[in-house]
């Protein structure tokens, strides 16, 4: 079976790469147009990824990764998810080891002009290369983390998403043509593999999964329950080389700062409390602090906690006029042993807060709700908190997702890749550094709703549990959110082989 995965995992190549420019391309038929005439400037960003979603919709169906088009749909999030199994194995729905593949649909802004600009044009954010000859390429170097020599340019793909993370749905999608059509060959024997390309994960890190686990799996049956959750984020460093195997990442969350003084004339500022002026000393200090690392943890595995100003809006009458209220938000990311609760309390303990609060100002620290409709018409309403996680390293699933790399990746790599950031013989198992919908999976252990038997082995983790999570996708961290973002196509078949091939051997692995 190993053989066959690798041979069709490098056949599918071509299609995959097929599907994955059209995924890419898609927005430039709508960001232009107004929307009165059918346009979106947002199409494919978080809650307006509808047309990418429909495309491949069809496309599941027309390469045959699923045995018909009932076998794909849209669930009441807006996720797409399709399934493929061997009805005809012998082996009971509710004895079945289940397997779940996540990748989400939506990309950041694309920044279409500032790719002309920064790297003289040649590479559009939609289109991708259409002039290798005008390209910058000391400043396309400069822009991204890893870049091959330009000899190998003709394996890349480049566009908005093509790294995070539409790749890694493309190659959900080959994996699944690949189960299927091997199914005789016992690649889906005992096994329920559910696919998912999710949506508004860059808004609302996780809130596909995040749906799935609090609202539509409880009391559901044992055929529906992950016993392992495979993400397709990049898994690739600059530094460490291509596809590692992932097994944690640090939580995140949106820590709001709300500082509002009284407005007046900029003429005579004293009649007035300056919430900006106020609002950027809390800044300062905030940096500061986090510069000296006071407060935050440092894990072994899962890194160092940190802090960043990320977001901010301003309510003012006018450019001359003290503001009425400013409002910001830090981006935090949390190691293991912080809690939402005291990197609350940091922010709100700052001398910079005390002092706008004792001149007078309201100073209110909170964690904001994502309350966006998706793309589906449901409205999320969840504390922007998002649980950092980590499947131990001799949990099965690790173990057998390194044994498969071992089955069908390294025996295509002759040597490690040159440069650091290329293709390893032997798998490198690691950690995030950005977050992935991981962060949506964990469910409150004292969760009575969901009823999980033992015998699928989730992870406990204080108050958390959740199924045993690893990643493993195309692409690097460092060139994600980029301007030149890019994907070596050459990464593809090592992924949709490993996901082929993990069903099985991770089922024969647990008896």
Not at 154 to 174: E, M, Y
Request: a negative charge.
């Amino acid at each position: 079976m190993d053989d066959k995965i690798r041979e069709l995992a490098e056949a599918y190549k071509p299609l995959a790469v097929e599907i994955l420019k059209e995924a890419i391309r898609i927005p430039a038929d709508y960001v232009d147009e107004s929307r009165d005439q059918g346009g979106d400037p947002d199409c494919g960003l978080s809650n307006h990824e509808g047309p990418r979603l429909e495309y491949l919709k069809e496309k599941i169906v027309e390469i045959g990764a699923v045995d018909g088009a009932d076998d794909v749909g849209f669930d009441t999030f807006g996720n797409l998810v399709w399934t493929v199994e061997d009805p005809e194995d012998g082996v009971s729905a509710d004895e079945k080891t289940v397997v779940y593949f996540d990748g989400h649909t939506d990309t950041v802004k694309a920044l279409r002009p500032r790719w002309h600009e920064t790297i003289g044009g040649g590479i559009d954010a939609y289109l991708g290369l259409t002039d290798a000859a005008k390209v910058d390429q000391e400043s396309l170097r400069r822009e991204l983390g890893y870049l091959p020599d330009a000899d190998e340019w003709q394996h890349l793909v480049w566009g908005r998403g093509s790294a995070d993370q539409l790749s890694g749905v493309i190659c959900q999608i080959i994996a699944t043509k690949v189960l299927r059509e091997l199914r005789s060959e016992g690649a889906l024997e005992g096994v329920i593999v559910r696919s998912y390309a999710s949506v508004a994960e860059e808004d609302n890190d996780g809130g596909g999964p995040m749906y799935l686990m609090r609202e539509a799996l409880p009391g559901s049956p044992p055929e529906v329950i992950p016993d392992v959750f495979i993400l397709s984020e990049p898994t690739g460093s600059a530094v460490h080389g291509a596809l590692g195997i992932y097994r944690g990442q640090r939580g995140r969350m949106q820590i709001e700062v709300e500082v509002t003084g009284k407005s007046c004339h900029g003429s005579m500022p004293a009649e007035g409390r300056n919430p900006l002026e106020y609002g950027g000393a809390i800044l300062a200090e905030a940096a500061e602090v986090h510069r000296r690392g006071e407060g935050f943890l440092d894990d072994d595995f899962l890194g160092r906690g940190t802090r960043t100003a990320s977001f901010a809006t301003l309510e003012t009458p006018s450019d001359c006029a003290v503001p009425e209220r400013f409002t910001f938000r830090f981006d935090r990311r949390l190691t293991a042993g912080e809690t939402p609760e005291q990197a609350v309390r940091d922010v709100d303990s700052l001398a910079a807060v005390a002092k706008a609060r004792g001149d007078g100002l309201q100073v209110e620290v909170r964690v904001p709700l994502y309350d966006q409709l998706t793309w589906a018409g449901h409205r999320p309403g969840n504390p922007q908190i998002y649980p950092g996680w980590a499947t131990p390293e001799d949990h099965p699933a690790i173990q057998a997702a390194g044994e498969a790399y071992r089955r069908v990746v390294s025996p295509g790599i002759a040597s490690d890749g040159k440069g650091g950031g290329g293709l390893r013989m032997q798998p490198r198992v690691s950690r995030w550094v950005f977050s992935t919908d991981g962060v949506g999976v964990p469910v409150a252990s004292g969760d009575e709703n969901l009823h999980v038997p033992s015998g699928k082995r989730w992870v406990e983790a204080g108050a958390f549990r959740h199924p045993a999570m690893f990643g493993f996708g195309p692409g690097h961290e460092e060139n994600t959110h980029k301007i030149g973002e890019c994907v070596d196509s050459r990464e593809i078949p090592p992924v949709v082989a490993l996901y082929a091939r993990f069903p099985s051997l991770y089922r024969e692995s647990v008896g």
